[in-house]
Every structure is written in C-alpha cells, then in structure tokens.
C-alpha cells in the first residue's frame, strides 16, 4: 500500500537531518528503515534524503533548492518579477492596448514622453528592465491583463457606375509606393446596426508609405461633405499629396473628385469591386483607429460631426506620433503555406523623418510637436471626448417585419422590452479591447 504524498514528505523530513550527519553505518541503517516504509528504490532514496533541504550553485549566479524528490530544478529563474507588471501595463495602456511586437518598439517613446511630464516614475533598474524586455516577455507579463478585454461591421458602400471606366483601377506597378503621399481613402458608416436614414460619417485616410493616418467626420455620404474633409484632410499632411486611391462607391466615383484630381495633377484611381483587400491599407485603420474609438452606435446630426472631429484630432496626435505600425515587406508561398516578412514596427512619425522625400523644415516641425506631447494627458482628452460623443448616441429605432432587425433586436421585440442603447468602445471604460493585429 502506497503512502500518501504528504506523509512521504513528513518521514523525508524526519529522517534527513539525521541522515546527513550519520557516519556510514548509521546512515546504512537509517536508509533500509526508510526504504521499508516508504517503498523507494534504494538508489532515489539516498539521493532524498542527501539532497533534502540543501542549496546549490548551478552557474550564472542561480542557486537552486532541492524539491521533496531530492532534485534540483536548472534554469535561471525570473528577471523580470510582478513589480513591473504595473509601469508595463500604465504604458500599455497609453499605447491604446497594442501587442507585444508594437508594444516593444513604441515603449521607449512612450516612456520618455511619459517620465518628462512626470506621469510616471521608475528606478533605473525598473527602467533598464522596460526598455530591454522583448515582445515575448511584454506578451507573457500581460497576459492577465489582455485577458480581461476580451466586438464586427457592415459595409454600406453603393457602387458609383458612371465613371468608373474613366477611373482605372490601381495596380500596384503604377504607384510608388516608397514616396509619401500617395493614400488610400474610404468612409466607415456610423449607423448603429440600421441603413436606414441620414448618419454621420467618417473619411478615413492613410498614407501607405509612412503609415500617416487623418481621419474626419462629416454628415452624411454627400459628395459635398466627403469632398470638404478631404480638403482639411490634406491640408493636415506633412508632405504633399500625390494620388488617391479609393472604392467604388458614390461618395468617391463623381465628376467633382475627378475634376479636382485632374485640376491639381493627382493620381486618381479606384480598388477592384468587392475586393476590400486592395485597400488593406485604410481597412486596417477602419478598425484600428475608427471602430476602437469611436465603436459601432449611430451618431446624427452636427452636433455629433463635431464631437467626432475633436476626438480625431487627439486622435491623430497618438497614433502618428506614439503608435508603432508594422509593414509587410515579403510573401513567399511555399507550398500550401504563405510565409510573411514584416520590417522593425516604426511610428508614422519616424517614418516620415526618415523619408528623404520630406521638407526638412517640416520634420524639424513635427519634431517640436512631438517634444510638447504629454501621452497621458492625451489619453485623458481622449477618453473625455469619447465620454462626450457616446452620451451623443442614438437609440436604436423600432423596424417591423424588415431585415435589418438585429438577432437581439427581432428577439427584444418579441418579448415587448426596449431596445437598450448600443454601448461603443468608448464608453466600455476599462473593459476596452486589445489589438492583436499588425496595423
């Protein structure tokens, strides 16, 4: 009959100090009593009871202590302990969730940022420790708190025919893509779960070379409004605009873009239809930026445009100057796998201080800009104005009998209860999701 664990571990105690002091025939005698009653080989009995208690070196300045079974456990043992979880997870945060691979290349800057206007504190071993840890590490000590943000949309684009044989479709052999200046455009829909009506808007706009993001609202899908903020967007760039290049819908597809295009010598051209892949560029930032800011309510009217406008220029500041972005430099196809190649994550601020395309004058610009940034007090603005544009949010509307009834709508109408505002993002407060992608 085996002896219960916990036993055994009483008798090892019991009967090693003595063991350890006794000649050879004590220790002979010792060790067949402790054999008979536990059971053990007579072999990893003596090791038990020699080891039991005892400290040793193994290398590197690691001292190990022997478990119950008399072995000693090899490794190096924790670098980075719990007491860094706090300052990791502060900076995560102003760093609106990224992963770790973001997250290890845009914590020195974030970090500065944060210890220069006096929102953060470390000792110089915590901070040597920050600043070395790699993206495994920063995953692992995180993996608690990613734990507890554990929402996905609609496409309302309507084709615009009459002039898309005007309008070529982009082929990536015709852009250069190595210059700045040269974006992808699209509208994310702020409906609220219902086509139906008039609902703001918002023109997302993104570089792909630097990875520069501007985003605005406007009214509605009217070519006015979308034509106007495009307009301010431009004036907002650190380099000139060169081309354009969006989907096929209406807002974009129509003579007064096209015209304005050719007036000002851009390149104008358009993605293929239901391909969303071919603007993978702005679609990331649909999301990222858009949809984890402002979330998927319906928002109408003025009032909400220009609540939306003040939270995206705190926006842009963020995500151009602190959050690092990943871009694909290689796809090979290896049999049924495709293997890809990411370059080191940079802001879109670097990327456009390393660009030799750019006016030094403007970086010089854009560095005094950056100097003046505090990221916590920005993150502050942030979720405030992210407070005021939720409390802005429409109530879901009553449909009967039509298909745009959500499961939980058709299922709360049934049951003669109200339709409950949908909560965005923003006003999630802590429970906020984590980006695991690339963007």
């Keep these: ?31 067949n009593q402790f054999v008979e009653v536990t059971g053990y080989n007579r072999v990893h009995a003596a090791r038990v009871l020699r080891n039991h208690g005892t400290r040793r070196r193994l290398g590197r300045g690691v001292v190990a202590q022997a478990d119950a ?29 990224l992963c770790g691979k973001r997250l290890a290349q845009g914590l020195p800057g974030a970090l500065e940022s944060l210890e220069r206007h006096g929102e953060i504190e470390l000792d110089k071993e915590a901070r040597e420790k920050l600043l070395k840890m790699s993206a495994s590490t920063i995953d692992r000590l995180l993996r608690e708190e990613r734990a507890k943000y554990v929402l996905k949309g609609r496409s309302g684009t309507k084709p ?26 699209d509208l994310v829909a702020h409906e609220g779960g219902s086509s139906s009506g008039d609902f703001t808007q918002t023109l997302d706009v993104t570089d792909i070379c630097t990875g520069w993001s501007e985003q605005a609202g406007v009214l509605n899908k009217a070519q006015k409004w979308v034509f106007e903020a495009l307009l301010e967007i431009r004036s907002r760039l650190p380099f000139p605009l060169l081309g354009i290049d969006s989907d096929n819908g209406g807002e974009f597809i129509n003579h007064h873009l096209l015209a304005y295009c050719e007036e000002e010598g851009l390149t104008f051209t358009r993605s293929r239809p239901h391909r969303k892949n071919d603007n ?8 990222s930026i858009v949809r984890r800011a402002v979330g998927y309510s319906r928002y109408e009217g003025t009032k909400a445009v220009g609540s939306l406008n003040r939270l995206y220029a705190l926006l842009r500041l963020r995500t151009n100057f602190f959050l690092p972005s990943m871009k694909l430099v290689e796809k090979r196809r290896i049999g049924s796998q495709v293997h890809k190649k990411y370059d080191k994550p940079k802001t879109p601020y670097q990327r456009v201080l390393e660009s030799p395309e750019i006016a030094e004058n403007v970086k010089n610009g854009l560095r005094e800009q950056y100097r003046d940034l505090n990221l916590a007090e920005l993150n502050r603005r942030i979720r405030k104005a992210q407070g005021v544009l939720d409390r802005q949010a429409c109530r879901p509307r009553r449909f009967r009998g039509t298909q745009e009834n959500s499961s939980l709508g058709i299922h709360q109408q049934k049951e003669g209860r109200p339709f409950p505002p949908e909560p965005s993002i923003a006003c999630l407060g802590e429970r906020r999701m984590a980006p695991a992608g690339k963007g």
């Design 1 to 31: 009959m085996k002896i219960p664990m916990q036993e055994r571990r009483i008798l090892i105690k019991n009967h090693a100090r003595g063991y350890q002091r006794a000649g050879r025939k004590e220790k002979t005698v010792i060790l």
């Design 69 to 97: 079974a008399g072995v000693f456990k090899r490794g190096r043992g924790r670098e980075y302990g719990p007491e860094l979880v706090e300052p990791l997870s502060q900076i995560w945060e102003n760093l609106d969730y």
């Design 160 to 185: 615009g025919t009459l002039l898309k044989s005007q309008i070529p479709i982009r082929t990536y052999s015709e852009w250069d893509e190595e210059k700045p200046g040269f974006v992808e455009i």
């Design 280 to 287: 993978c560029f702005v679609e990331q930032k649909n999301y």
